[in-house]
């Protein structure tokens, strides 16, 4: 599983292609998140989102 944000979620996809992973399950994120304090991030919902998509990852098998 790979988490990134939006811009680069295209060169993650090619990477994970190159290295004989090209299913790899991404959770993409907006962009800037690495500089945004915590507290916009729980105001964005991000940490909800990442969280959906992760507990649908593995309820998808």
């Keep these: ?25 991404m959770i993409v994120v907006p962009h800037p998140f690495g500089s945004v304090s915590q507290d916009e991030l729980v105001r964005s919902g ?3 989102h990442v969280l ?4 649908g990852f593995f309820g998808d098998d």
């Design 1 to 25: 599983m790979v988490m990134c944000s939006k811009p680069f979620a295209p060169l993650a996809g090619k990477v994970a292609g190159a290295l004989g992973l090209p299913d790899v399950r």
């Design 46 to 48: 991000v940490p909800d």
């Design 52 to 55: 959906a998509d992760v507990l």
